[in-house]
């Protein structure tokens, strides 16, 4: 069994090193239609989360949580500070990372497998089955690569969206309250899931929740956004509910 485990956590992440990330004095505010800037947005922040670690950012609707990730994605560029992977600053998307939304956006019109190696077309064949047999391996989906997507539960779905996270082998899994449109059970089921697919693979996982248990049964460290800026930032052992709640008002 411990072998069965060695020989994936290589075959999907070769350097078993999660990637580090920094983020000095960064902001980012929306602008209007008119290009005037609002108050809506991010920052001042300032974060280090270390290689390999687990951390869930958690804070109410509209506190800046899918803002954040998606200027760690490179999908928004912040308007002051900087953003640095593995001491690179970044500058749009990038291979090492890779971001998992609520909603499993999945092409209807491919199978199981087609949309897990969508990531992957640089790839030679041979290589690209190989990960999409892993990735789904890993999300306890094997077999299902010839599947069509009308076909899965939303948990399955949701499943086929980390598989196809994991199988561009990032260093930094970007997580979008991943979970909460799905049933309590499967809900618990796959954090689990996530939580052994992060031991073996050894990746830094920024998770954001706006369910406060969660973010305190899952990370190892905890950081509560309120209205744009940190209001807790703390290891999860060290850190109550009642503390939470105080700290996000
Ligand atoms: P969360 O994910 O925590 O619910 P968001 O990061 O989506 O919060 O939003 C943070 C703030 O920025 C909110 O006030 C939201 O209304 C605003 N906002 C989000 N997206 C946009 C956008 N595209 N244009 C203008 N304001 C936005
Ligand atoms: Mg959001």
Not at 87 to 100: D, S
Request: aromatic content about 4%; overall charge neutral.
């Amino acid at each position: 069994m411990t072998g069965g485990t060695m020989q994936r956590t290589e075959s999907l992440s070769p350097q078993g090193l999660g990637a580090a990330l920094e983020l000095q004095d960064v902001t980012y505010r929306y602008r209007t239609g008119r290009g005037q800037v609002t108050a809506a947005g991010l920052g001042p922040l300032d974060l280090r989360v270390a290689p390999g670690e687990f951390l869930c950012v958690v804070g109410p609707s509209g506190s800046g949580k899918s803002t954040l990730l998606n200027l760690l994605a490179g999908f928004l560029r912040p308007q002051t500070g900087d953003i640095r992977l593995d001491g690179a600053t970044v500058k749009g998307p990038h291979p090492r990372l890779t971001l998992v939304q609520q909603e499993a956006a999945l092409f209807p019109w491919l199978t199981v497998g087609g949309n897990v190696s969508f990531g992957l077309r640089g790839l030679s064949r041979a290589e690209q089955a190989r990960r999409v047999a892993d990735a789904l391996a890993l999300v306890g989906l094997p077999e299902m690569a010839g599947r069509r997507v009308h076909e899965l539960s939303g948990g399955q779905r949701q499943r086929v969206s980390l598989a196809r996270a994991l199988a561009t082998r990032p260093g930094l899994l970007l997580l979008d309250e991943p979970f909460s449109a799905l049933d309590v059970n499967t809900r618990a089921r796959l954090s689990s899931e996530l939580l052994e697919i992060w031991r073996a693979q050894g990746i830094t996982v920024v998770f954001v929740t706006h369910h406060l248990e969660e973010a305190l049964e899952l990370g190892e460290r905890v950081v509560a956004l309120r209205q744009g800026e940190v209001a807790l930032d703390a290891p999860t052992t060290g850190v109550s509910l009642t503390d939470l709640q105080a700290a996000l008002g």
